[in-house]
């Protein structure tokens, strides 16, 4: 027992949906008969599998809890284990006076559980509904007042024009196409993404855009109902009050569809299928520069297939560019990165970057902040089982140590948001302070004359938030984090 309290490993039980309920029967039928007043006569139970949730708590150093009553195996006084297990299930045993059946049949007041159930559902969803529409009036309302209009867009648009004729880089063709629809900006899409777009150059302009915004909402629909253990609705709801959602809607940026391929990549790691992971997470080339925190995550959780499969695909994108736009293409690509115009504005970045452009010495402190982000970002990578929780630190990890970024980058803030508010092992504080992320609050901070409020903020939650992954973990908590509504 000593030595395994000097090193203690984590311990996992998993239970089907079908024997946890045959174990909860025969423990109600033994304590049906234990004297305490609990009525024996009730009928079998009848659990739907999503209304069971299991905790599990360290019990601290190894001793055996009150709750866990087990048999010690081999010596006299040996505890079996060092967990407690706490099984919540929508039902209680006494039986209800009124009618004799179980509280689990009947509610307290006389209504079915299925009828209250439905109607605080429909009541939640309205309300929901509600806010979400005037989520979505007042952040497009902000979104399109600052009057950039399809920007990004248009560069794609330019882009995918000149992709495979040895001329993406070059400024005054590229120039010449975007003017033709809006003010010209600089393209910093690899070869092989422009190439991909080349579906865009092939419809009149009005309908491209059309087709690129309709593509980009439902990708951002995909993202809200697939990403593991998160609440669909709360999901949904979040993006629907994100101001930097609105800006990329706006702008025609293709961040929702790196989200797409990353939550994509992160569901298929959650069903074991890791080669596919690597090939999903590849496409997040699209936006290489926020995908810093990917390879932090593989690494760190040792997922070797899935980091082998995405570096062979990356590499074969690569070698695709090579082939598309010709063997100089990265002399043009490196010659628009180091253009003063490609990154304007570098002080109203939501990164380290736009963070250490107000302090002194920029260049060391971005380089201390990146470095202690990338050592919490591992240690919460390494301590965390739950790959949808490390995801979501990882995407927002990768927004904060990227050198190009805006506030409709900010929209990869979200799935850790939402994660961390929905997890009840989460201080309070720490929970009510990532509503920033998901309402207009931040973006007005980062526009204001002193975006450095909003950068220190941002930064800080960010940080707070993989402190107390690694601290949940420490002290032995496995946070389930699926907001599950019992019937």
């Given amino acids: ?20 309920p045959g174990k909860v029967e025969k423990f109600c039928q033994r304590i049906s008969t234990s004297g305490d007043g609990v009525n024996a006569a009730f009928p ?20 055996c809890p009150r709750a866990v009553k087990r048999r010690p195996s081999g010596r006299p006084g040996h505890p079996a284990t060092g967990i407690e297990a706490q099984l919540a299930i929508p ?23 299925s009828t209250r159930g439905e109607a605080r559902r429909s009541i939640r969803l ?83 855009r ?45 961040l929702a569809f790196w989200l797409l391929f990353f939550t ?34 593989l690494i760190a959780q040792k997922r070797w297939k899935t980091l082998q499969s995405g570096g062979l695909a990356v ?31 570098i002080g109203r970045m939501p990164n380290l970057h736009g963070l250490a452009y107000w302090l002194p010495a920029a260049n060391l402190v971005e380089i201390a902040g990146a470095a202690t982000l990338l050592v919490l970002l591992w240690m919460a990578c390494r301590r965390t089982p739950n790959v949808a929780v490390a995801g979501a630190a990882a995407a927002s990890c990768g927004l904060l140590l990227g050198h190009h970024g805006y506030i409709d980058d900010c929209a990869l803030l979200i799935p850790f948001a939402v994660l961390t508010i929905q997890s009840r092992a989460v201080p309070f504080w720490l929970r009510a302070s990532s509503l920033i992320f998901v309402t207009p609050l931040l973006t007005l901070l980062l526009i204001s004359s002193k975006p450095f409020l909003g950068e220190t903020l941002e ?11 690694m601290v949940q973990r420490h002290s032995g908590v496995v946070v389930d984090t699926r907001m599950e509504h019992a019937v």
């Avoid at 139970?45 to 150093?61: D, M, N």
């Fill in 126 to 208: 309205l309300a929901i509904a509600i806010g979400c529409l005037i989520g979505v009036f007042v952040n497009f309302h902000i979104a399109f007042n600052a009057g950039r209009g399809a920007m990004d867009f248009n560069q794609f648009y330019a882009a995918s024009r000149l992709a495979g004729t040895g001329h993406l880089y070059d400024w005054a063709a590229l120039r010449t196409l975007e003017t033709e629809h809006g003010p010209a900006i600089h393209s910093g899409r690899l070869p092989v993404v422009a190439y991909g777009l080349k579906i865009l150059s092939w419809m009149p302009y009005p309908m491209a």
């Fill in 459 to 469: 930064v800080g939650l960010v940080a707070a938030a993989l402190t107390g992954l």
């Fill in 315 to 345: 590499a074969a994108l690569l070698l695709a560019s090579f082939v598309i736009e010709g063997i100089a293409w990265p002399v043009g690509y490196l010659r628009t990165l180091a253009s003063p115009d490609f990154s304007p504005a």
């Fill in 210 to 254: 059309l087709a690129w915004l309709v593509a980009s909402i439902a990708a951002l629909i995909v993202v809200g109902v697939t990403w593991p253990g998160a609440d669909r609705l709360g999901f949904l709801a979040a993006f629907a009050w994100s101001t930097p959602v609105a800006y990329l809607l706006g702008l025609g940026q293709d």
């Fill in 264 to 297: 994509i990549g992160i569901a298929l790691l959650k069903r074991g299928n890791a080669r596919l992971a690597g090939l999903a997470f590849a496409l997040c080339i699209c936006k290489y520069h926020l995908a810093a925190g990917i390879p932090v995550l």
């Fill in 91 to 113: 039902f209680k045993c006494r039986t209800n006076p009124m009618s004799g059946l179980p509280e689990s049949a009947l509610g307290r007041d006389g209504m079915q559980p």
């Fill in 1 to 20: 027992m000593d030595r395994r309290n000097r090193n203690p490993k984590p311990f996992v039980w998993t239970a089907g949906a079908d024997l946890i």
């Fill in 44 to 63: 079998p139970l009848s659990i739907p599998s999503h209304a069971i949730k299991v905790e599990f708590r360290w019990a601290g150093p190894l001793a």
